[in-house]
């Protein structure tokens, strides 16, 4: 198995940028960006002259991508690590430890477009973000309990970065629920998007590719990877039919 989380040795703090609540200005930055980005991607191949409906879909995406997002953030503490978003990049193409780009590729910004555009919208990617963590050694630092001795857990696993990334999933999947539950009791064609969209933006990121959230649950906790992917599956059918 390759060395995944690599680059957090290189870089052992990731914020360097100044924050603002709890994201970073940069963070800020991407996700207005990807908010407008996906909105864009999701009319594909007829943009809409309804200024409602264009509206109705960028606050669609605000609600996805800032949820999941948030609730990655809030949760990763838990587990002992500071998570910063940032663009999805592809820097590495083989297996083989010398399997590198010079310099990562922006896929959050090709792989959308490209795919949408040349398969006219058939295919729509919501694969923009990608995140690092930072430890946080003195929360790894467990209290004696009875006979036990303190014991500290001095760097990340690959168990903190997937659950947290778990996080991000049940999060997709409750406004997925939410969306169904105004789309049955409302009528409300808003409640259809975001129960849709939401799932699609879900199921693009489990991919167990690269520095997507997918790839961190896959090899972090595979069972959950597998339960979370069946719950997508299930709702992903229920939206269709």
Partial sequence: ???????????????????????????????IVFIIISSFISFIPKIPTDIIKILMNILIFTIIIFTCITVKKLVAPHYAIKIEHGMWELQRWGYYERSYFKKPLSFGLILPFFLSIFSLGYIKPFTFFQFDAENIPERRLLKARGERKPQRKETINEEDIAYTSAAGFYALILLALIGLFIKSFLNFDFGTDLAKYSIYYSIWNMIPFSQLDGTKLFFGSIITWIFILIIQVILLLIIIF
């Fill in 1 to 31: 198995m390759f060395k995944r989380y690599k680059s957090l040795k290189r870089h052992p703090r990731i914020v360097s940028d100044p924050e603002v609540g709890i994201f970073t200005k940069k963070e800020l930055s991407w996700i």
